[in-house]
């Protein structure tokens, strides 16, 4: 047996930008942060012929092309296999839907578990390649390539995507005290609304392809709060990184209509009077986790808990994907 994890992730500055029809025009920069939320993918050989799958649904079939599942279909294809004889099971944490990567993280425990099974090796950055061939390429979907990157290498990392598709990844060299002030201070509160990352990223994909002056104006801008969040980490000026990502969420609310709600806002304001120094939502918008930096964790918490808003409490990953078992 094989078991294989992948972190989920918390968008840090210059989301949005990893789009290939933003990145492919204009480059794209971000910053993400593995956490210690997993996705598992366990592969075993079972006695009988035949692909057994379980995860939110149980899957018994013969061939690679009657799989249902399509994340799972176009990885066992990718492995060219003649006459399959495998069983899948997967895990997750943190529920698909929230804003933390989740089908990136899925796509690349799942490979790495596959290819550990198979006794092959293959590189963070080669894993972090295939996972978005298949999800971007194979399947189509209007998303970006952070989630595949940050899961397979871990860590605080910041991702340039070319042009050209490239991607060159650099951890960040923080200060082991920016480190803990990060970790303590970020905090983490679970909206109670789930939705898909396509149906939201869809309208900026379209409008990037058209060049669209608005949308494109946002996201240089959102790149640039990007680099701007790098270097504050950096400097170890956790203050004022949290006053940049109260500035990126005035920005990316202004992407879709569909970015947030009543509720998610007004949360929002709650949130700033009460010990937030700022904050948006994690990941594509519509729903997830509100993150806030905060000053008053007590104060805080205490209003959030007002609102049935549920902490997830986490600490950064550096890791990556990896086999816990074989």
């Known amino acids: 047996m094989i078991i294989a994890r992948s972190p989920l992730r918390i968008s840090l500055g210059g989301g949005g930008t990893d789009l290939p ?12 942060g593995a956490i210690d939320k997993y996705v598992y993918a366990t592969v075993m050989r079972p006695f009988a012929p035949g692909i057994y799958l379980k995860y939110s ?3 018994h079939v013969d061939l690679v092309k009657d799989v249902q599942h399509p994340i799972i279909r176009e990885a066992l294809d990718e492995l060219n296999l003649r006459t399959p004889q ?4 997967t895990l997750a944490d ?3 839907g929230t804003g933390l990567g989740s089908s990136g993280s899925f796509t690349t425990a799942l490979l790495k578990a ?9 590189h963070p950055k080669e894993l972090a390649e295939l996972a978005c061939k298949i999800e971007l390429e194979k399947l189509g979907e209007p998303i970006g390539k952070q ?13 340039t995507f070319n042009p050209d598709g490239t991607v060159l990844s650099e951890p960040l060299a923080i200060s082991t ?3 803990h002030n990060l970790e303590d201070n970020l905090l983490l509160f679970f909206t109670g609304i789930s939705r898909s990352a396509s149906s939201i990223l869809s309208d900026q994909d379209k409008k990037s392809k058209t060049s669209d002056n608005a949308m494109l104006d946002n996201l240089h801008f959102t790149k640039a709060l990007g680099v701007q969040s790098r270097d504050a980490l950096l ?10 990502m109260h500035e990126h969420w005035a920005h990316k609310k202004r992407r879709s209509e569909g970015m947030s709600n009543e509720f998610i806002n007004n949360a929002y304001e709650i949130a700033i009077k009460n010990g937030a120094i700022g904050g948006k939502l994690v990941g594509a918008g519509g729903g997830g986790f509100l993150m806030f930096y905060s000053n008053d964790k007590d104060k805080l918490r205490n209003k959030m808990t007002k609102l049935n808003l549920e902490e997830i409490r986490f600490k950064f990953d550096f890791e990556g994907t990896k086999v816990i078992l074989s």
């Open 21 to 32: 029809s933003y990145y492919k025009e204009h480059g794209g920069f971000l910053l993400a």
């Open 57 to 59: 649904n149980l899957e």
């Open 86 to 89: 495998i069983e899948i099971t």
């Open 94 to 96: 943190i529920p698909s």
């Open 114 to 122: 596959l290819y550990s099974h198979y006794r092959k090796n293959i």
């Open 147 to 159: 989630d595949q990157y940050i899961a397979a290498f871990g860590g605080i990392t910041s991702f």
């Open 177 to 179: 005290e920016t480190l």
């Open 235 to 244: 400097a170890g000026d956790t203050h004022g990184f949290g006053l940049l």
